[in-house]
């Protein structure tokens, strides 16, 4: 692993820890080795009073809950992007109804079959992945895995895209599915991620009784947003936030459905997608936005 990567890996580490932006942390991170000490510290940065374990609002990480030998199992799935396993540890790891869980994994686990069959080398080197396996019991590795995979994470969000609802709105991103669908497959765990991509797109009978086809592309994008985030700084998901005019007088009220990236560039997101009392399919400024717990809780 190359020193800037090590930098790199470092830097996110701390912001998860700390709640500091990633250039304020790159600032501070030292170029260690893989073997080097985890963070003090794991979690996103907290406004005062908000409750992160509201239920169901999808922002409990349940990681820290889990007894030691399914935090060994999940820090094993965590670490291997390239199988469709860091893809369900994503699904599992924050409160979702379970309809939409199975259909999520199987969305993430072809985002990052696609990715990382055009860029192989975002996946994290086998010397990342051993040391962090080994520390499987401290609470503190999933802050530290989150950063190793942070590059990959981060193309599959891309992917995944900016917009509201399906695919069809995100250029290029059907087209990269479409072409790694039609690859010849190498073998069979492809040929299984391809039968997924295939299985979501069957129609099913809705209330009415007319068929539809629904993939949940929202939730995916959310449920990346919750580990970018931990590490860049930002509004997670789920939150429930106040729209304030110039003056920082709030007008208006909703809930952050997902994030709205600017990939030219590496920080927290510049917008969000709302939803609730204020449903906008248009991005919201991130300096528009405050946090309102009191809104939460109602």
């Known amino acids: ?14 912001s998860a820890s700390t709640g500091r932006s990633y250039t304020a942390s790159l600032r501070l991170a030292a170029p260690a080795g893989a073997g ?8 996103p940065p907290r406004p005062p009073g908000w409750d992160w374990r509201r239920p169901e609002s999808g922002t409990e990480d349940r990681f820290e809950h889990w007894v030691d030998w399914l935090r060994r199992k999940e820090v094993d799935k965590a670490l291997r992007v390239d199988a469709g396993s860091r893809a369900l540890h994503l699904s599992e790891r924050w409160t979702v109804r379970l309809p939409t869980r199975h259909n999520l994994h199987r969305l993430l686990a072809v985002l990052y079959a696609v990715v990382l069959s055009e860029q192989p080398g975002l996946a994290p080197d086998a010397e990342q992945t051993a040391w962090l396996a080994e520390q499987a019991e401290d609470l503190r590795v999933l802050g530290a895995i989150d950063a190793a995979c942070y590059d990959v994470d981060r193309a599959v969000r891309q992917l995944a895209g900016n917009h509201f609802g399906d695919s069809r709105h995100t250029p290029g991103t059907d087209e990269r599915i479409r072409a790694w669908a039609e690859q010849p497959a190498p073998g069979g765990n492809v040929r299984d991620l391809r039968f997924m991509w295939h299985r979501l797109h069957e129609p099913i009978d ?30 997670l998901p789920g939150t429930a936030v106040d729209v304030v005019n110039r003056h ?14 600017d990939w030219n560039q590496d920080g927290p997101p510049s917008a969000y997608l709302l939803t609730g009392p204020m449903s906008a399919t248009e991005p919201v400024p991130a300096d528009r936005l405050r946090p309102n717990p009191e809104g939460a809780a109602r």
């Open 36 to 43: 080097g000490p985890l963070p003090a510290v794991v979690g």
């Open 206 to 235: 809705g209330p009415g009784g007319y068929p539809y086809v629904h993939l949940p592309w929202n939730n995916a994008r959310a449920t990346l947003d919750q580990v970018l985030i931990r590490s860049t700084g930002g509004i």
């Open 1 to 14: 692993m190359t020193a800037n990567r090590q930098r790199k890996l470092a830097a996110r580490a701390v």
């Open 248 to 261: 920082g007088e709030p007008y208006a009220r909703g809930q952050v459905l997902t994030a709205w990236w």
